[in-house]
């Protein structure tokens, strides 16, 4: 089954970097069966967006505010999905999840949170001025 956990958060300055990574306790991945993987956020009181999405064959996505900012990457021998974020703004404060899907492409639909099934319990980013 898989078990995702989430780590890496905590706070930093505008400006800062920080480094999330997501590991799957219970399940052992197999190069080239992987279901999209994606990293989602969420602030109070809105709802959770996504931040980032590789699919099977390794192709990436980002949301337009995380273009250009964030990597997304993976390393299947570890089994670990990982979220690196540079230039970071307060805006970006929120938790972040991450979240695996039993399909391996998602297209345009990678954005949409019931099309994954499997979600960690996220972990928290806080970004001050």
């Known amino acids: 089954q898989v078990q995702l956990v989430e780590s890496g958060g905590g706070s930093v300055q505008s400006g800062g970097s920080m480094k999330l990574a997501c590991v799957d306790a219970?399940?052992?991945?197999?190069?080239?069966?992987?279901?999209?993987m994606g990293w989602f956020r969420q602030s109070p009181g809105t709802e959770r967006e996504g931040v980032a999405g590789?699919?099977?064959?390794?192709?990436?996505t980002y949301a337009n505010f995380a273009q250009g900012r964030f990597t997304i990457s993976q390393d299947v021998a570890k089994n670990t999905l990982y979220l690196e974020m540079n230039s970071l703004k307060p805006e970006d404060t929120g938790m972040y999840y991450c979240?695996?899907?039993?399909?391996?492409?998602?297209?345009?639909?990678?954005?949409?949170?019931?099309?994954?099934?499997?979600w960690g319990q996220g972990t928290r980013v806080t970004v001050s001025s």
């Open positions: 979240a695996i899907s039993n399909q391996a492409f998602l297209g345009g639909y990678w954005t949409r949170t019931d099309v994954y099934n499997f």
């Open positions: 219970g399940y052992a991945w197999n190069r080239g069966q992987t279901g999209y």
């Open positions: 590789v699919d099977r064959e390794g192709r990436t």
